[in-house]
């Protein structure tokens, strides 16, 4: 059956073998075991299941939250020849019933289904009259209550174990920590399920994060140096902040679309099907956007805020570079980030545990920013991988910063804070540090205070870093119902009496556009040398083929090739459909409906 499944990848999908254990676990599925499938994004989880419900009897049903992509899920499908269908409340009536009769009639290969509509007794009683040939569970995270993405909905699922015991299910994910890892388990009755995890290294994104400054101006700087036309996604903590950027992009000459979810639907699917089926489009969003997005030329993916937690921020940057060709995840945040971030989560009606819990994720995706180590040692850490060797390929590594002993500084910072009552934010106790009496200061009297003028040999800039990583190592809290104002906390107490030293860091230069980019050739998976004049030629007129044949049939271009593929169509050069067929990506379907088009570009490029 393997020997069948390889066949079929090939002859479907045009790819000669499989890749991060697609083998084993479609293996598996098969012989009619369930599977738990921890993958990164990019790492070819929808083969999994697509290619064991094609040679299994019966239709595969995906279960799916993405309701406003399942369209486009199914038209990617079809473009391999693959039946496909969706079901879901978007679709009339009628068209239901055409849906669920081709399902009895056994002529769907796939059936995509959200999971409020899969719960339904009428759709329970149409798998019951037509067994599926497995079910795949697509963002298995969203079961678990402790993950950035819940929905209760998901948590009904183990149902599927106690109908249907003879049919195979598929948990899939690309983020979960062992305690999401073992709620899925839990919620969804996978025991006796095969788990598969792979690496969650994505080598081809570089990590690059800003702790300070005008984080749009930066953004846009970094934008224009390396990502001037490139596709890209920029994650923003408000929809204000959504709008505002958007229409500070498009000022700025780019073409640039809100997403957020207080837009209504129709403009919301309008601009999420621009970004697809366009070049060079931008979208600014918030975490409303991308769970599913399978664009796979994404570039750039930034966030103007603190993420959440690390699942959150890996799933978002995870977005970027699916083709596994060199990408960007860019962060930037501030000590107010790090401040709302805090109140939100404490001034919710969650539960003590669910906080605490939060707290802790919160407190790790700090870390992650605060650290002067490689940030994608920590980052994999966080998921339970060891990286043996730095990787050479983050901000960290290309530029490290230079660390300090900052517990005499610290503990200047932390007296001056209990010695104006612990009632001032950080713009005031800097100035007083700074010895800097202006009337405020005067009126208050805090200029005769022993600390007043101690810490000059900091400049004010630096004094707000030193007071952020106070904040973030948990040595100092903001009290926004006190205007803004620094508290001590329980750890402060040791750093004052010098029983605890404090490490901190130095704002180091923006990385060397230079430096960054051998770096990045060094460290992408993908194996393609850089084109010749001749060669890039004709592939830029490969890609507008591939475009216009993309406009005509209203889908993403990238639903035809990838680039990967048109990249190799022009090193190649293949002269006949047989040649084009051994070209990654080409499959019978797509090379019996492209083929002569694409060849006819390539023999007229090599005349040229």
Known sequence: MLEQARQLLQRTFGYKDFRNHQDAVISALLQGKDALVLMPTGGGKSLCYQIPALLREGTGVVISPLIALMQDQVDALRQHGIRAAFLNSSLSGSQRAEVAKAFRQGTLDMLYVAPERLMMESTLTLLDECPPSLFAIDEAHCVSQWGHDFRPEYQQLRVLHQRYPSVPRIALTATADMRTRQEIIEQLALQQAQVFINSFDRP???????????????????????????????????????????????????????????????????????????????????????????????????????????????????????????????????????????????????????????????????????????????????????????????????????????????????????????????????????????????????????????????????????????????????????GGAMKLTADSRAVLQGERTVQLTRQQKTVKKKDAASHRRSQTTVTDTVLSAADQALFERLRSLRLTLAQQQEVPPFFIFHDRTLRQMAEQRPATLEAMSAVAGVGEQKLQRYGKAFLEVITAGGEQ
């Open 204 to 482: 081809n994104i570089r990590y690059l994060v800003h702790q300070a400054g005008s984080n749009r101006e930066q953004l846009w700087r970094f934008m224009q140096a390396e990502h001037a036309e490139d596709a890209a996604i920029v994650y923003c903590l408000s929809r204000h902040q959504v709008e505002e950027t958007a229409a500070w992009l498009n000022a700025k000459g780019r073409t640039a679309l809100p997403y957020h979810a207080g837009l209504p639907a129709p403009v919301r699917q309008a601009h999420q099907q621009r970004f697809l089926r366009e070049e060079g489009v931008i979208v600014v969003a918030t975490i409303a956007f991308g769970m599913g997005i399978d664009k796979p030329d994404v570039r750039l993916v930034a966030h103007l805020s603190l993420p959440k937690n690390i699942e959150a921020y890996y799933q978002e940057t995870g977005r970027a570079g699916r083709d596994g060709e060199a990408a960007d995840a860019w962060l930037a945040y501030t000590m107010q980030d790090v401040i709302l971030q805090r109140n939100m989560l404490e001034q919710s009606g969650a539960g003590e545990m669910h906080k605490r819990i939060m707290q802790q994720k919160l407190n790790a995706m700090i870390g992650l920013c605060e650290t002067p180590a490689c940030r994608r040692q920590g980052l994999l850490a966080y998921f339970g991988e060891q990286l043996a060797e730095p990787c050479g390929n983050c901000d960290n590594c290309l530029n490290p910063p230079e660390t300090w002993d900052g517990t005499v500084a610290a503990q200047k910072a932390l007296s001056c804070v209990v010695r104006t009552g612990q009632n001032f934010g950080v713009q005031y106790v800097s100035q007083v540090l700074l010895g800097k009496a202006d009337a405020r200061i005067h009126r208050n009297r805090h200029d005769q205070l022993s600390t007043f003028g101690v810490g000059s040999e900091y400049t004010l800039n630096e004094w707000r870093s030193i007071f952020r990583q106070l904040v973030a190592q948990g040595l100092l809290m903001v009290d926004m119902n006190a």
